[in-house]
């Protein structure tokens, strides 16, 4: 089998045949919890405000009729909102409006400052959407004149709710954009990937299959909604199901990853997910104490995506919290991108697969098991439902067979309309042409993920990005590896704040790594020579491989993604600028 494709399953509908806000006004009548934020700001043991279905529809509609004072349907509104309740109401509310909701982020996040005013300068939003306390650091924004001025910043929480009275939805087509999601910028400057009415209720429908889920799911968690990975699965997929999700803020999770797994324990038929990071961090930062009175055995689904899935990851966070109860089978790694809204692939219900594979082999292009000491352990991303996906030479366009690395290719009804406003870099991402591939593959509109991977028994395994790979002496290395032999080379060493990159000098290529230490790790054992020293040798060993330089560095040096993903690039920039000492 060299592809993917998946038939519809009976209990779905992948058509697409009314929109996201169809669903919410199905439960507009009821009274049960629809949206509780847990706030931790005023009590550390934190505060739930609730919206029910009734007044979550209310409150959308009321803000759905503001919006129509000022905008007409398809104008591009945007949502700078702190992630609480306000947020679900302001997303809903432009769906209802048939306004293009652009999801962002509060002017007070501001580490990735630049990001959210490249957004708006993109898409010139014709009203933003805060809060009352927002508003203040909104207006700084506008007074420094850093991105188009709006007709009209509005206070999401300030609009009367009897302002719904009367208000009948747009109508929207479904092939109509509903939203821009924009991307990480992980390897390039944000775009503004286009996603449909059709697109959202799809993938909604998608995720919800994938992971069996049904109206008597809580999720819960506390991935950020301007992030694909948040949005769909805290707040789309419960508005398609009916079902009930429970957040609090990223922030709140950094400060005690324990209000979490408390967040999961306290519902049964509980689903989650966060990137790769959060499970080591959660299983490092939490006590034994909490670790042997927590009961988890009501979580089902703990997708795992985002960023690279390290299987060590996996073993370290089913040891620590299996005797809660945990089903080592709860953890769902999975891949997906914004382009195709969000999900791809996903682990099915028997959990995890992981596979050993020859490092030399994997360097020459292919995927081959190993039970070497020295293999490299990839984790798998499962498989789709009601797409298709083929791994192919993106040189000539033609699908590889098993085993064969090459870029992934999806193609489906999830995948977005293409890049607001950038014709040419849609064409090249969303228009792959097939050469050559299964009968049932069309010829044309295949979305180029820019992501390499192969297929093993079916089964989807990411590599890595293309644009990241490192070529020294015609041997590929993918710079995750890298950074994950890192990880494991010395205890002082930061897990997941790690970047590898390559250097070109002349027709060579030389390798870098930047890695942070852990300050729970005391002074004297986190020797920087003694560190280098290590990691030299892991790196060698594994790799055969001759780092260049290392640098070990503070934490907060090493630059990510708003979405948390390794920034290479921009640390690569960092270090020839001199930012981590003068240059070897």
């Known amino acids: 089998m060299n592809h993917i494709e998946f038939a519809v399953p009976a209990q779905h509908d992948f058509t697409g045949s009314m929109p996201l806000t169809g669903f919410l006004h199905r439960n507009a009548s009821s009274d049960r919890p629809a949206f509780t934020f847990v706030d931790y700001n005023e009590d550390r043991a934190g505060i739930a405000h609730t919206l029910t279905w009734r007044e979550l529809d209310q409150r959308a509609r009321a803000l759905a009729a503001q919006l129509r004072q000022t905008t007409a349907p398809g104008a591009r509104v945007a949502i700078l909102t702190p992630h609480d309740l306000n947020y679900v109401v302001a997303f809903l509310g432009c769906l209802y409006a048939g306004v293009i909701g652009v999801p962002l982020f509060a002017p007070e996040v501001s580490l990735h400052g630049s990001r959210l005013v490249g957004a708006l300068a993109d898409c ?43 208000f009948r939805p747009a109508l929207v087509s479904m092939d109509d954009p509903a939203y821009l999601q ?26 919800a299959a994938a992971y069996g889920m049904d109206a008597s799911y809580t999720c819960s968690g506390w991935i950020p909604f301007f992030h694909d990975m948040g949005l769909m699965s805290m707040l789309a997929v419960p508005v398609l199901l009916g079902a009930h999700s429970v957040f609090c803020t990223p922030f709140a999770f950094l400060q005690r990853p324990e209000r979490w797994l408390r967040q999961l324990a306290a519902h049964q038929n509980t689903l989650t997910a966060a990137p790769n990071f959060a499970y080591d961090y959660t299983a490092a930062r939490t006590s034994d104490e909490f670790k042997s009175t927590v009961d988890l055995s009501g979580v089902k689904i703990m997708i795992n995506g985002s960023e690279p899935v390290r299987a060590k990851t996996i073993e370290r966070f089913n040891a620590a919290f299996g005797p809660a109860g945990l089903a080592p089978e709860a953890h769902r790694p999975s891949y997906g991108l914004a382009e195709a809204t969000v999900y791809v692939t996903a682990t099915g219900p028997a959990g995890p697969t992981v596979l050993s594979v020859d490092r030399a082999e994997l360097s ?58 950038k014709p040419e870099e849609s064409a090249q991402d969303f228009d792959g042409h097939l050469t050559s591939g299964p009968d049932s593959a069309p010829e044309r509109g295949w979305l180029r993920t820019g992501d390499l991977g192969a297929l093993h028994d079916g089964e989807l395994f990411i590599t890595g990005r293309a644009k990241d790979l490192i070529i ?62 290590a990691v030299r040798q892991a790196v060698s060993a594994h790799h055969d491989l001759r780092l260049a330089d290392f640098r070990l560095v503070p934490p907060g040096k090493v630059r990510r993604t708003s979405s948390g993903k390794i920034a290479r690039g921009a640390t690569r920039d960092q270090y020839l600028s001199g930012a981590y000492g003068e240059l070897l």
């Not at 098991?369 to 797409?387: C, N």
């Open 472 to 533: 020294i002496d015609g041997k590929n290395h993918y710079p995750q590896d890298i950074e994950g032999t890192v990880h494991e080379a010395h205890p002082a060493v930061r897990r997941d704040y790690v970047a590898a990159f390559a250097l070109t000098e002349g027709a060579e290529e030389r390798v870098v790594v930047i890695a942070e230490y852990s300050r729970h790790v005391p002074e004297p054992e986190r020797d920087p020579a003694a560190v280098a020293l």
């Open 182 to 207: 924009y991307t990480s910028g992980s390897t390039r400057a944000p775009s503004g990937a286009v996603i449909t009415h059709r697109n959202l209720v799809v993938n909604s429908a998608q995720i």
């Open 364 to 421: 020459a292009g292919r995927l081959t098991p190993s039970t070497s000491d020295t293999a490299l352990e990839l984790v798998g991303a499962g498989t789709g439902i009601a797409l298709q996906v083929l791994v192919v030479d993106p040189a000539t366009g033609a699908a590889l067979p098993e085993g064969a690395v090459g870029e992934v290719w999806v193609h489906g009804p999830n995948v977005a309309d293409g890049y607001w406003q």
């Open 124 to 166: 010139d939003p014709e009203v933003w959407l805060a809060t009352e306390n927002a508003l203040p650091q909104v207006r700084k924004l506008l007074d420094g004149e850093l991105a188009p001025s709006p007709k009209q910043v509005l206070a999401v929480d300030k609009v009367d709710p009897l302002a719904a009275a009367g």
